[in-house]
């Protein structure tokens, strides 16, 4: 089992920077692929962007591109995502996922789920 606890969310402006972190436990977290997802009221969850176990592969949804970064720290078993010129269209509930596989993670049918964290952008 892996658990996930996102955090790092709030309230911000348009313009603004936000950095969310997700701290996993429970296996190795190198073993693991970790991605974003986001989901917005009333719409489908979106994949966000992805990294691989050694950081060495990373991939974005085009509307991110630019913007949003994705990292990790194996020895802290931690996972970020730096949102820059944040949009009001940026506001949903972001999720992080693990999976061994980087097609399943990408495809959003991980096992392994944070509880989410809200992010909220105003205009």
């Known amino acids: 089992q892996v658990q996930l606890v996102e955090s790092g969310g709030g309230l911000v402006q348009a313009g603004d920077s936000l950095i969310l972190s997700c701290a996993a436990s429970g296996r190795t977290f190198s073993n693991y692929n970790m991605g974003w997802f986001r989901q917005a009221p009333a719409k489908e969850r979106d994949f966000v962007a992805a990294?691989?176990?050694?950081?060495?592969?990373?991939y974005y949804a085009d509307f991110v591109k630019g913007r949003f970064t994705i990292s990790r720290d194996n020895a802290k078993s931690t996972v970020y995502l730096q949102m820059n010129s944040l949009k009001p269209e940026d506001t949903a509930v972001y999720y992080c996922a693990a999976d061994s596989s980087m097609f399943t993670l990408r495809s959003g049918n991980s096992n392994y789920w944070g509880q989410g964290t809200q992010v909220t952008v105003s205009s």
């Open positions: 990294i691989s176990g050694s950081s060495t592969m990373t």
